[in-house]
């Protein structure tokens, strides 16, 4: 597939159901796991505009930013640490509609209002997590968990 990415109006189901075709033929006979992250998060960066997307990976006992689109971030999260820390300690994506109000949220930018984490499970794993922030309140819904966690089943785990 050429690596051209088409961007689509239309509901947000609509915008996934879209993309997810297009990054199953980016991704086909990849097998390096940095470049298939890479794309998927300028893929859901160039369609849908959030605000900030990228991977965490669990590196020993913390989480390492891996490859993202957005204003610069936290370098590693600790188990339990906000947002992120939180969704791979507890193993289940998390939405949060309000960033303010989630205990403990670390504030990489200000200007983050909303996010959604979705843990990255790989044979009975949590091998990272895929962080999404929105500069708007309650961009997050059952809706996103459901393409993003499908999105992630794309990527072949192979670290």
């Not at 991977?55 to 906000?82: H, M, N, S, W």
Request: proline share 4%; aromatic share 8%.
């Amino acid at each position: 597939m050429a690596e051209d990415l088409h961007v689509t109006a239309g509901s947000k189901e609509d915008q996934y159901n879209n993309l997810i075709p297009q990054l199953v033929g980016l991704l086909h006979g990849e097998d390096d796991l940095v470049a298939n992250m890479s794309n998927v998060v300028a893929a859901l960066k160039q369609q849908f505009g959030f605000f900030w997307v990228g991977f965490y990976l669990v590196k020993q006992d913390e989480l390492v930013l891996g490859p993202f689109q957005g204003p610069v971030a936290c370098t590693r999260i600790q188990r339990g640490r906000g947002v992120c820390g939180s969704a791979w300690e507890k193993g289940i994506t998390l939405i949060v509609p309000d960033v303010s109000k989630f205990p403990g949220h670390i504030a990489c930018s200000s200007l983050s209002k909303s996010e959604i984490v979705i843990p990255i499970k790989h044979k009975g794993n949590i091998l990272g997590v895929l962080d999404v922030d929105s500069d708007t309140l309650n961009a997050f819904d059952q809706i996103d968990k459901l393409y993003l966690e499908k999105i992630l089943g794309l990527i072949e785990w192979n670290y």
